[in-house]
């Protein structure tokens, strides 16, 4: 596609739910960062995949947070049972080199809020 | 991990010069990223020095000094439209952010 995509843009959850949030990345974009920015705070680093593979995912919070790209093309970040300290906007991010700098293009965002 | 500071928030005339000023702490740097965000908006990639020394870019600038873990980003005659968060960033691969600099542009 011409830009990443996310989807969706907007999601209330009430607390203890299960949510997912996708990300459609750029065709042929091999890198792919998730992002949890809090109002008025820079991104923060969640997990990033080359191709299918989780390089890292130092940056998840909690094991209720979970990404997986399993075809090395659409990824989808959940989080289990929802806590109100979880919301924020989920960034996503794409970049094609699989070496050398990666210039991120970043998505809209999903922003969560939990109730 | 990484130490990354910035300054906060930060006004500035329309018409003037702006700095905006980086240091970081980091393992295995390659190269630092500046990118803008607008209120509401997704981060948007302005540049990236892996040099040290200054890369110029129309009105905007960037500086790097890799001995020193030190980096600015110097915005020109600047317009209304540059009221935006610029997010410092050390990485090459993996790119990890500072909370940004919010600049405001008044008349």
């Known amino acids: 596609g011409a830009g990443v995509s996310q989807s969706p843009r907007y999601k209330v959850a009430k607390r203890g739910q299960d949510v997912a949030l996708r990300c459609d990345p750029i065709s042929g974009h091999v890198s792919l960062f998730w992002y949890q920015q809090a109002l008025g705070q820079g991104p923060e680093f969640l997990t990033y995949f080359q191709n299918e593979a989780q390089l890292d995912k130092s940056g998840l919070p909690s094991d209720r947070f979970f990404a997986e790209r399993p075809e090395g093309s659409v990824s989808t970040l959940k989080i289990q049972r929802t806590q109100q300290e979880d919301s924020a906007v989920y960034l996503c991010?794409?970049?094609?080199?699989?070496?050398?700098?990666?210039?991120?293009?970043f998505g809209a965002g999903s922003r969560l809020t939990v109730l | 991990g990484q130490n990354i500071d910035q300054p906060t928030e930060m006004t500035a005339t329309e018409g003037a010069i702006v700095q905006i000023n980086c240091t970081y702490q980091?393992?295995?740097?390659?190269?630092l990223f500046w990118y803008q965000q607008h209120a509401g908006e997704a981060p948007t990639f302005l540049s990236y020095?892996?040099?040290?020394g200054l890369e110029e870019k129309g009105r905007f600038s960037s500086f790097l000094s890799r001995s020193k873990g030190y980096s600015y980003l110097l915005l020109k005659e600047l317009q209304m439209k540059d009221s935006a968060s610029y997010l410092c960033a050390p990485g090459y691969q993996k790119v990890t952010f500072g909370t940004g600099t919010k600049l405001q542009v008044i008349p």
């Open positions: 980091t393992s295995g740097f390659n190269g």
């Open positions: 991010a794409s970049s094609f080199p699989a070496s050398g700098a990666n210039v991120l293009t």
């Open positions: 020095n892996v040099l040290d």
